[in-house]
């Protein structure tokens, strides 16, 4: 079965413009969280939907949203970007929190 | 507030020997602890799954211990082999179970 996906898989954003990641979950799936990894600070989290609801949120400002559609697709948007928002942004999705988390690959964000 | 520590130094051994990677938390008791397993540029993959009332579970090559007393879980990957080299993560759930990840143990098999 398809995994995972998440795109675009690279990403250049100039400081202070958006952006809008877009993450697929596994068919049947209907739990999608976003992380934020970056060397010094490891896997952060930022945010659970489950049936399109926002379940949980990390502790990130607020320029950082996210939504869940009915096919629980999801995207997260970062608004005014910061040079410190560059970071590997992770989706995955479960069937339920203790079957285990299946990533995608990844959205990079380098913010110039 | 709550706190996962991994050996943030690397681990490095011999191609064919036990490797031994500890997870510790603090000022909570979670109800099961996963570990991932992540390589350079990728997503975690999701390799076991132990609950507190498991002392220990295991899958191939792997074992996974779940000590609720000393708040600590250790991950063993017996007969090791250069393949196994990646940073490996421990993942408890935190406050209103969102998973929680440590910052991984980089993992370093020398043929």
């Known amino acids: 079965k398809a995994g995972v996906t998440q795109t675009p898989r690279y990403l250049i954003k100039t400081r202070g413009q958006q952006v809008t990641l877009s993450c697929s979950p596994i068919?049947?799936?209907?739990?999608v969280s976003w992380y934020q990894q970056t060397p010094g600070q490891g896997l952060q989290f930022l945010f659970e939907?489950?049936?399109?609801?926002?379940?949980n949120k990390g502790n990130f400002p607020g320029r950082f949203s996210g939504r869940q559609f009915s096919n629980s697709r999801s995207e997260m948007n970062v608004s005014t970007l910061e040079l410190g928002d560059s970071a590997l942004y992770l989706c995955?999705?479960?069937?339920?929190?203790?079957?285990?988390?299946?990533f995608g690959s990844g959205t990079r964000l380098t913010v110039v | 507030s709550q706190k996962i520590e991994q050996n943030s130094e690397a681990l490095n051994i011999q191609e064919g020997k036990t490797a031994t990677l500890t997870c510790n938390y603090t000022?909570?008791?979670?109800?099961?602890l996963q570990w991932y397993r992540q390589d350079p540029g990728r997503g975690p993959v999701f390799l076991l799954l132990?609950?507190?009332?498991?002392k220990e579970k295991r899958k191939e090559r792997l074992k996974v211990t779940f000590d609720t007393t000393l708040k600590q879980s250790l991950f063993h990957i017996t007969a090791s082999q250069p393949a196994d080299s990646a940073t490996y993560l421990c993942?408890?759930?935190?406050?209103?179970?969102?998973?929680?990840f440590g910052t991984g143990t980089l993992l370093a098999v020398q043929p």
């Open positions: 995955a999705s479960s069937l339920d929190r203790r079957s285990g988390y299946t």
């Open positions: 068919s049947g799936h209907r739990s």
């Open positions: 939907y489950f049936s399109e609801t926002q379940r």
């Open positions: 000022n909570y008791s979670p109800a099961y």
């Open positions: 132990i609950r507190e009332n498991e």
């Open positions: 993942a408890p759930p935190g406050a209103t179970n969102k998973l929680i």
